[in-house]
Protein backbone atom coordinates (compact mmCIF):
# COMPACT_ATOMS: atom_id res chain seq x y z
CA UNK A 1 0.00 0.00 0.00
CA UNK A 2 1.52 3.52 -1.39
CA UNK A 3 1.58 5.92 1.56
CA UNK A 4 3.04 9.44 1.25
CA UNK A 5 3.39 11.64 5.30
CA UNK A 6 4.22 15.28 4.65
CA UNK A 7 5.61 17.09 7.29
CA UNK A 8 7.52 21.03 8.21
CA UNK A 9 4.81 23.16 7.13
CA UNK A 10 3.94 25.88 9.41
CA UNK A 11 3.65 29.73 9.50
CA UNK A 12 6.92 31.86 8.80
CA UNK A 13 7.63 35.71 8.01
CA UNK A 14 8.61 37.04 4.37
CA UNK A 15 11.98 35.92 3.41
CA UNK A 16 12.09 32.89 6.02
CA UNK A 17 12.55 29.47 4.93
CA UNK A 18 11.15 26.16 5.73
CA UNK A 19 12.11 22.61 4.64
CA UNK A 20 9.16 20.26 3.59
CA UNK A 21 9.47 16.30 4.15
CA UNK A 22 7.59 13.96 2.30
CA UNK A 23 8.22 9.94 3.22
CA UNK A 24 6.89 7.31 1.01
CA UNK A 25 6.30 3.70 1.78
CA UNK A 26 4.83 1.18 -0.39
CA UNK A 27 6.78 1.71 -3.77
CA UNK A 28 10.17 1.25 -5.61
CA UNK A 29 11.10 4.97 -4.24
CA UNK A 30 14.25 5.10 -6.01
CA UNK A 31 13.09 4.45 -8.83
CA UNK A 32 9.72 6.30 -8.71
CA UNK A 33 8.76 10.22 -9.83
CA UNK A 34 7.88 12.07 -7.08
CA UNK A 35 6.68 15.70 -7.03
CA UNK A 36 5.49 18.51 -4.67
CA UNK A 37 1.97 20.34 -5.52
CA UNK A 38 0.57 23.04 -3.65
CA UNK A 39 -3.06 24.51 -3.68
CA UNK A 40 -4.14 28.06 -2.50
CA UNK A 41 -7.58 28.57 -1.13
CA UNK A 42 -9.96 29.24 -4.25
CA UNK A 43 -7.14 28.31 -7.06
CA UNK A 44 -5.76 25.30 -8.72
CA UNK A 45 -3.72 23.13 -7.58
CA UNK A 46 -0.59 23.81 -9.17
CA UNK A 47 3.30 21.51 -9.68
CA UNK A 48 5.68 23.41 -7.74
CA UNK A 49 8.87 21.00 -8.11
CA UNK A 50 9.29 17.24 -9.40
CA UNK A 51 12.05 14.75 -9.27
CA UNK A 52 12.67 11.93 -11.80
CA UNK A 53 14.12 8.25 -11.07
CA UNK A 54 17.38 9.42 -13.71
CA UNK A 55 17.32 12.47 -10.39
CA UNK A 56 16.63 14.99 -12.76
CA UNK A 57 14.90 17.55 -11.33
CA UNK A 58 12.34 20.86 -12.51
CA UNK A 59 10.38 23.46 -11.10
CA UNK A 60 7.64 26.27 -11.74
CA UNK A 61 9.02 29.68 -13.03
CA UNK A 62 7.31 30.89 -9.77
CA UNK A 63 9.86 29.25 -7.18
CA UNK A 64 12.88 29.09 -9.68
CA UNK A 65 15.95 29.95 -7.80
CA UNK A 66 13.85 29.93 -3.86
CA UNK A 67 12.75 26.18 -4.16
CA UNK A 68 14.51 22.83 -4.23
CA UNK A 69 13.41 19.66 -4.44
CA UNK A 70 15.62 17.01 -3.63
CA UNK A 71 15.50 12.82 -2.31
CA UNK A 72 17.11 10.54 0.18
CA UNK A 73 16.61 7.04 -1.27
CA UNK A 74 18.35 5.45 1.52
CA UNK A 75 14.81 7.57 3.90
CA UNK A 76 12.44 7.23 1.37
CA UNK A 77 12.11 10.60 1.62
CA UNK A 78 11.73 13.53 -1.01
CA UNK A 79 11.88 17.01 0.26
CA UNK A 80 11.39 20.25 -0.67
CA UNK A 81 13.72 23.35 0.44
CA UNK A 82 11.97 26.51 -0.02
CA UNK A 83 13.87 29.62 0.87
CA UNK A 84 13.02 33.63 0.22
CA UNK A 85 9.65 32.76 1.07
CA UNK A 86 6.72 35.23 0.00
CA UNK A 87 2.89 35.43 1.15
CA UNK A 88 1.55 34.29 -2.78
CA UNK A 89 3.95 30.91 -1.48
CA UNK A 90 0.71 30.27 1.05
CA UNK A 91 -1.05 27.07 0.01
CA UNK A 92 -1.59 23.50 1.25
CA UNK A 93 1.47 21.59 -0.01
CA UNK A 94 1.25 17.81 -1.02
CA UNK A 95 3.26 15.10 -1.73
CA UNK A 96 3.03 12.93 -5.46
CA UNK A 97 3.92 9.93 -6.83
CA UNK A 98 2.72 8.09 -9.67
CA UNK A 99 2.54 4.30 -9.09
CA UNK A 100 1.26 1.46 -11.25
CA UNK A 101 -0.42 4.06 -13.21
CA UNK A 102 -2.21 5.35 -10.20
CA UNK A 103 -1.92 9.00 -8.53
CA UNK A 104 -0.89 9.29 -4.84
CA UNK A 105 -1.09 12.46 -2.47
CA UNK A 106 -0.09 12.55 0.68
CA UNK A 107 -2.41 14.55 2.84
CA UNK A 108 -0.82 17.61 2.56
CA UNK A 109 0.98 20.08 4.99
CA UNK A 110 0.15 24.21 5.43
CA UNK A 111 2.46 26.94 4.45
CA UNK A 112 1.73 29.96 6.06
CA UNK A 113 3.83 33.15 4.84
CA UNK A 114 3.21 36.69 6.37
CA UNK A 115 4.01 39.76 5.81
Known amino acids: QVQLVESGGGLVQAGGSLRLSCAAS????????MAWYRQAPGKKRELVAE???????SSADSVKGRFFISRDSAENTVYLQMNALKPEDTATYYC?????????WGQGTQVTVSS
Open 96 to 104: YTLADSRDY
Open 26 to 33: GIPFRLNY
Open 51 to 57: IFSTGGI
